[in-house]
């Protein structure tokens, strides 16, 4: 019975392994000659990883729900950082030139409020 098998290529020593394709066999040593023979052809892999199918983990369609975050945490994101320094500046643009946003308090004001929470 021909059985599916997952190919996974290392391209230079230290890099991850990537998926290059998927073959049938009837077992993992035919499997493996077989990606060898599909796959390094060229000679563009330095390790081979064949993996049976069925001994993969896959995700089911009830788990897949599971796998996005409950949350919001785009601010955690490089990008998020850009889309909030881009919401202060129309909020500044919004309020005018002379406001005061809280990312823009004088040491001063810094200093009273520290004095406030010791009281």
Do not use: N
């Not at 035919?30 to 599909?38: G, I, Q, R, S």
């Not at 369609?61 to 601010?75: G, I, K, M, N, V």
């Not at 990312?103 to 004001?109: L, Q, W």
Request: with cysteine.
């Amino acid at each position: 019975m021909l059985r599916v098998y997952e190919v996974f290529g290392q391209k230079r020593s230290g890099e991850p392994h990537q998926h290059v394709g998927s073959l049938l066999a009837g077992d993992r040593e035919l499997a493996y000659v077989l990606a060898k023979e599909c796959f390094t052809r060229r000679g563009e892999y330095v390790s081979l990883w064949v993996v049976d199918r069925d001994a993969i983990r896959r995700t089911t369609a009830d788990e897949a729900p599971y796998l996005h975050p409950s949350t919001d945490r785009r601010y955690r994101l490089g990008e998020g950082y850009r889309v909030t320094v881009e919401k202060w500046r129309r909020l500044r643009a919004a309020l005018g030139d002379g406001a005061a946003l809280p990312d823009e308090e004088s040491p001063s004001d810094e200093h009273d409020a520290h004095e406030e929470v010791r009281a």
